[in-house]
């Protein structure tokens, strides 16, 4: 009875806070986890400036501790008693590192936090399965990204003046010599920035609380200005021209495939899909801009306040080929794939398929997702081969560019940008069943993208690539 009392005052304590913002704010047309989503974000701002103001020279343990309660708050908040599954994942692992040596608990706790995630994610898929809901497996990726690099750095730590951990800068500088204590670790896991989005590497994090060097650094709020300015314009375009003019609804409509033609549709994937990804920008940037208020952002080690940047915009949307376009799409994941997953595989050969299991299982199970990683992986070994064929004869003897490669380079990005939308598509509607069906949605175009890729692949394959000028003398 006692349990199902607080249980019962547990749920009506939130329930009380979703009247007073959720309910008034429902005339917007978000969702409800994504106005507590988006109230998180903006709240961390404020708490993100009040550590700026008067916590800056404050002791590690009062940060530690204000971070820690804001983030925990948070997630109580927008999960509720599915936070168990928070505080199982990271006590075990922190019961793992202080309990074994710091080899043996890497070996131990990466299988254990993978396997938690996968767990949630076929917990969510057969309990709400094609539900678009943010839901506490975001943070879950979150947190496995935290504790598999953590496991890994404490391993750098034992072993720091090896050569492989001296020859990378990065390894290098995020390498942990000692456990975190018990206010430390899991006040870097509920750092209320990134609790929710974005990942921070413990290391990075002691620096910040420890030796405050941004507090006499200048920038700090151009470097906001700018950030919260990019945020507004994504979702301007995410949400006030996306969702109004393209909204995704429509495409699992009826209407999608009577009203409509090949060219209409093909025009409104790549409109709709497109916005879309200004919905994901504007998450990433307003939570910079947390990470820029309250001084993490500043890179102690090069300078400057770059140091949480998870998209590069324009990178990504003018990108002229695969390459540049995976180095600007979300910096922290593919940060911890490079540093933490692909140079430590110790099978020669298989370091891109280990990274990719590793990938999956941590993105989910749904087909859509797998569906667009294929056609990714043939789309970009495509570009490289056209890229061989096609791009030496816009280059001089010295192989310098010619005044046509202008003409290249805009046909490049042309094949990028609509070869990623056309893939985006599939991941976001990820289900292969229903009126949602990635399937439906692909033969509705016919599959001219995996038609065209065909078609290309059988030219390239035989259009030999031009043998390489001499050098001159």
């Not at 009380?16 to 409800?32: C, I, M, R, S, Y």
């Not at 999608?256 to 200004?278: D, P």
């Not at 939570?287 to 324009?314: A, H, M, P, Q």
């Amino acid at each position: 009875m006692a349990l199902d009392a607080a249980q019962a005052s547990f749920h009506s304590f939130f329930d009380v806070l979703d009247n007073a913002l959720v309910e008034q704010t429902k005339h917007l047309g978000f969702a409800p986890d994504r106005i507590r989503l988006m109230v998180c974000m903006l709240s961390s701002l404020v708490f993100a400036q009040f550590q700026y103001t008067f916590l800056t020279r404050a002791p590690s343990a009062i940060k530690n501790l204000y971070a820690m309660s804001i983030g925990i708050f948070m997630m109580l908040w927008c999960f509720r008693l599915d936070c168990w599954v928070f505080l199982l994942t990271t006590s075990v692992t922190y019961i793992l590192i202080l309990a074994l040596p710091r080899k043996l608990a890497m070996y131990i706790g990466i299988p254990f936090v993978l396997t938690a995630l996968l767990v949630s994610h076929l917990y969510t898929m057969l309990t709400d399965w094609g539900s678009y809901v943010f839901d506490f497996t975001g943070p879950q990726m979150v947190i496995t990204i935290k504790l598999y690099s953590l496991l890994v750095q404490l391993n750098d730590g034992a072993n720091y003046s090896s050569d492989f951990v001296q020859k990378t800068s990065h390894i290098k500088h995020a390498a942990v010599k000692e456990i975190p204590s018990f206010l430390e670790y899991w006040g870097w896991l509920f750092f209320y920035p990134s609790v929710l989005i974005l990942s921070c590497e413990f290391a990075h994090y002691k620096r910040f609380l420890d030796n405050p060097v941004y507090a006499e650094k200048e920038g700090r709020m151009k470097m906001f200005f700018g950030t919260f300015a990019t945020a507004f314009l994504c979702i301007v375009i995410g949400f006030g021209i996306g969702s109004a003019f393209f909204p995704i609804s429509y495409i699992h409509s009826d209407a999608w495939l009577t009203e409509t033609n090949f060219w209409y549709r093909c025009f409104y994937v790549f409109c709709c899909f497109g916005t879309i990804r200004f919905q994901y920008y504007f998450a990433w940037k307003l939570t910079e801009c947390s990470f820029i208020l309250n001084g993490y952002s500043y890179d102690d080690i090069n300078g400057g306040w770059s140091r949480v940047c998870n998209i590069k915009i324009l990178d990504f949307e003018l990108g002229q080929n695969y390459v540049a376009v995976s180095n600007a799409w979300n910096e922290a994941a593919a940060r911890w794939l490079k540093y933490y997953v692909y140079v430590r595989v110790p099978f020669k050969g298989l370091e891109v398929f280990c990274t990719n299991i590793v990938a999956a299982i941590w993105h989910g199970f749904y087909p859509g997702f797998y569906l667009a990683f294929v056609t990714m992986g043939l789309f970009r070994n495509l570009s490289l081969k056209m890229r061989k064929v096609i791009r030496p004869h816009f280059l001089d003897d010295e192989g310098k560019p010619l005044p046509s490669k202008w003409f290249y380079d805009r046909a490049t990005w042309i094949f990028t940008i609509l070869s990623i939308t056309y893939n985006f598509s599939v991941f976001v509607v990820y289900d292969v069943s229903g009126p949602q069906s990635s399937f439906r949605l692909l033969a509705s175009m016919y599959y001219v993208g995996h038609i065209g890729w065909a078609i290309l692949s059988v030219i390239f394959a035989i259009l030999p690539a031009p043998k390489q000028k001499p050098k001159k003398p």
